[in-house]
């Protein structure tokens, strides 16, 4: 625990930045490694809106003091020391306008990319990951990037009542324009009672990766991680990572548009996050889907998804230690 760097944030109640962050700006990133920003955005949900609110609660989610370190117990390495990590706040957007929002943030994350600064976006509904992972192939070359998805849901519905854009839709989207082929995609934690199979016929057509719950309970998830890496490895070493907060199981993670029962475990999704970000190049990630007025007592997601996104941050700077 120690001083507050940058002198704008107070010891518990003002959290301005993620973890005490320096402010960045958008397009001034100098020699910052790494951006975190967020975008409000739920108007592309089905079902409860209010992942608005995600990137708000999702700083907020963090007892320790606004001192921008985060010494990881197991590992006793502090992302914050091995990286310059900025707080650039949240993307400009506009409610209710889809496309205009859409626009923005891809031209926000490519803009981040450009600069050699790899972007951790907070959202936001899921539609923000084909801006995302758009705005970061932009840069790294389309078709050149794998996308590791957490998610209960496949996100790959050819369109909302004919809309292109929407939460279920982003993997679709990326799919089609080439920015990340369906052969690069691997998916962990599908369950429940969506898509349909033709849609599903289509996924393995494109050549996704998708390991269901009851694939992870039947073979174990150490097994299933170990195989996804591969697979994700082949061919590609850079990767985004997309972490739909409903991959846990509600009762550890309601705070959420679409909850579905029966997922991960808090802890499964922090010890995967992190192994997966220190074995794979990450160029950008997202944690999406954190729907504030549903959270149950405490604020519980937030916090995880608070975690999740130091987790992130931690394997990317143990590859930096191990590899130096
Ligand atoms: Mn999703």
């Not at 951006?35 to 608005?52: L, S």
């Not at 996100?155 to 990326?174: K, N, Q, Y």
Request: glycine share 12%; proline share 7%; hydrophobic share 40%.
């Amino acid at each position: 625990m120690g001083e507050t760097r940058t002198g704008l944030t107070g010891d518990f109640s003002n959290r301005m930045t993620f973890a005490g962050a320096n402010p960045g700006e958008l397009d001034d990133l100098g020699d910052i490694d790494i951006a975190i920003v967020g975008a409000p955005f739920d108007w592309g949900t089905t079902y409860r809106p209010g992942a608005r609110f995600g990137p708000g609660a999702i700083r907020g989610g963090d007892y320790l003091w606004t001192a921008a370190e985060r010494p990881h117990l197991p590992t006793g390495i502090d992302p914050f020391q091995e990286f310059e990590i900025a707080d650039i706040g949240d993307f400009k957007l506009v409610p209710g306008h889809i496309d205009e929002s859409i626009e923005r943030i891809r031209n926000g994350v490519r803009r981040i990319t450009e600069q050699g600064t790899v972007p951790i976006v907070l959202g936001g509904d899921h539609s923000i990951t084909f801006p995302n992972a758009s705005g970061v192939a932009d840069v790294h070359g389309h078709g050149e990037i794998a996308l590791i998805h957490f998610d209960a849901h496949a996100d790959t519905a050819e369109s909302h009542f004919g809309h292109l854009v929407g939460h279920g839709t982003p993997m679709r989207r990326l799919i089609e324009s080439g920015a990340v082929p369906g052969h690069r995609f691997v998916q962990i934690g599908l369950r429940g009672y969506w898509p349909s199979p033709d849609v599903v016929a289509w996924m393995k057509e494109q050549g996704m990766r998708s390991y269901l719950m009851t694939d992870i309970v039947d073979r174990g998830l150490r097994p299933v991680v170990d195989e996804a890496v591969t697979y994700a490895l082949d061919g590609a070493s850079k990767a985004f990572i997309s972490i739909d907060i409903d991959v846990v199981d509600p009762g550890m993670a309601p705070a959420t548009g679409t909850p579905e029962p029966g997922g991960l475990t808090s802890r499964e999704l922090l010890d995967t996050v992190r192994r997966i970000a220190s074995e794979l190049e990450v160029v950008g990630a997202d944690v999406v889907e954190v729907c504030p007025p549903y959270d149950g007592p405490g604020g519980i997601t937030a916090f995880l998804a608070n975690r999740v996104v130091l987790e992130i941050l931690n394997g990317m700077a143990e590859q930096s230690v191990w590899r130096t």
